[in-house]
Structure formats: C-alpha cells, structure tokens
C-alpha cells in the first residue's frame, strides 16, 4: 500500500494511531465546514441531531454544549466511536449523546426522526450516495433539514492524497443528487470560494 493509498484510507475509515492523528488534522482542515453546521443545526429545544460520520467526536462536544438538543451519531470506524465516547463522556453519561458503528446506507434509526442530519466531508466515501440520501431523507421528520459539507472535485483534484478511495463531485452534482433523491429548498453555500461548500435541503412530506 502506498502512503498515498493509507493516507485516503484513514480518511474514509479512521483506524489506530494512524486514525487518530488523521482526526485531529481533520478537525483543523474541517473549521469552516463545523461552522457552517453550527449556523444552520435546528436550535430548537429538545431537538434530535444526528452525525454521519462523527470522527473523534469533537464537533458534537462542541455543538452539544451550546444546544439543548439531544445528539446522535454512526461512523464506520469502531476506533472513531471509542475515541468519541471518550471525548463525549458527560453527554454519554446524561443519554444527551448517543454514538455508535454503523454505515451511512443502513442508519440504525426509525422514520421521521430528526429535526437535523448533518454530515462533514463524508459524501467522497459513501458506497451508495443515492441510497445514503435516502435513507437521511427517511429519518428525517417533515420539515427537517440535511447539511452536507464537502470540498469540491477540482480542490480535492489538487490534493495528492485524494488520488485513492475518493468519489469527488461539483457542487452543482452535489445539488442535482440532493434535489434527484426528494430534497427541496436545495441551496450549495460558498464556505471558501472554489474550493468549500455547504448543502443545504429541507425534507417536505407530499412533494
């Protein structure tokens, strides 16, 4: 395996010491994407959130901190979702932070679930985006709201060790996919110019 390869493959699945450090790096690399989340998550009291793809955790200790809301959260990573349980240990302990394994095309949940799905940088991973939306569509109560950050193709194109294990998109293909899969009111905010946007769709029932 080249270092090119093990560097995209910890991105997509964080693992080991390996893993771990690739997280922290992620949290610096990601700043503007959780502050865009933070700006558009449903605030309102007792809301369910839920984190496609939490990594160590650090932006939902954040978040839920400042919400009163209750937080869920699937990654693919059993490493990932120790670390986060141990970041997260006062919101695990007071059932306010609820993590676990799991993949972005199977999520544990029932219908009409959450006021808020949001997801950063993970789109580039998923083994089925369609069915991934879905199924953020599915647990999604009537009038609840999907956030997708993401970097976009000729940024990441840029970026050596995006060569291996990334599907990269425009934002325009990001907002064609969300819009294709029933999202409506579908906006891509410009979080950095040419490089970073922010997905924006609501789930409305009957339309």
Same mark, same amino acid.
């Given at each position: 395996?080249? #270092?090119?390869?093990?560097?995209? !493959?910890?991105?997509?699945?964080?693992?080991? +010491?390996?893993?771990?450090?690739? &997280? %922290? *790096?992620?949290?610096?690399?990601?700043?503007?994407?959780?502050?865009?989340?933070?700006?558009?998550?449903?605030?309102?009291?007792?809301?369910? #959130?839920?984190?496609?793809?939490? !990594?160590?955790?650090?932006?939902?200790?954040? +978040?839920?901190?400042?919400?009163? &809301? %209750? *937080?869920?959260?699937?990654?693919?990573?059993?490493?990932?979702?120790?670390?986060?349980?141990?970041?997260?240990?006062?919101?695990?302990?007071?059932?306010?932070?609820?993590?676990?394994?799991?993949?972005?095309?199977?999520?544990?949940?029932?219908?009409?679930?959450?006021?808020?799905?949001?997801?950063?940088?993970?789109?580039?991973?998923?083994?089925?985006?369609?069915?991934?939306?879905?199924?953020?569509?599915?647990?999604?109560?009537?009038?609840?709201?999907?956030?997708?950050?993401?970097?976009?193709?000729?940024?990441?194109?840029?970026?050596?060790?995006?060569?291996?294990?990334?599907?990269?998109?425009?934002?325009?293909?990001?907002?064609?996919?969300?819009?294709?899969?029933?999202?409506?009111?579908?906006?891509?905010?410009?979080?950095?110019?040419?490089?970073?946007?922010?997905?924006?769709?609501?789930?409305?029932?009957?339309?």
């Amino acid at each position: 395996m080249s #270092i090119k390869e093990y560097i995209g !493959g910890q991105c997509g699945n964080p693992e080991g +010491l390996g893993g771990i450090a690739c &997280a %922290k *790096f992620m949290n610096f690399f990601n700043a503007e994407h959780y502050r865009a989340v933070k700006k558009f998550v449903c605030k309102l009291d007792g809301a369910r #959130i839920l984190d496609i793809g939490f !990594g160590n955790g650090v932006t939902i200790k954040k +978040l839920s901190k400042n919400i009163n &809301a %209750k *937080f869920y959260g699937v990654d693919i990573s059993a490493d990932m979702v120790e670390k986060a349980k141990r970041e997260n240990r006062d919101g695990v302990n007071t059932n306010k932070v609820i993590l676990q394994q799991g993949k972005a095309e199977e999520l544990p949940y029932n219908d009409d679930f959450f006021d808020t799905v949001y997801t950063v940088n993970t789109i580039y991973f998923w083994e089925d985006t369609a069915k991934v939306l879905d199924e953020v569509r599915r647990v999604l109560k009537d009038g609840g709201n999907f956030i997708c950050t993401f970097y976009t193709k000729g940024y990441l194109d840029k970026l050596p060790y995006c060569d291996s294990g990334f599907d990269k998109f425009t934002p325009q293909q990001v907002r064609s996919m969300a819009r294709e899969r029933g999202f409506h009111d579908v906006k891509v905010k410009i979080l950095s110019d040419c490089k970073a946007y922010c997905l924006i769709g609501t789930k409305i029932e009957g339309e």
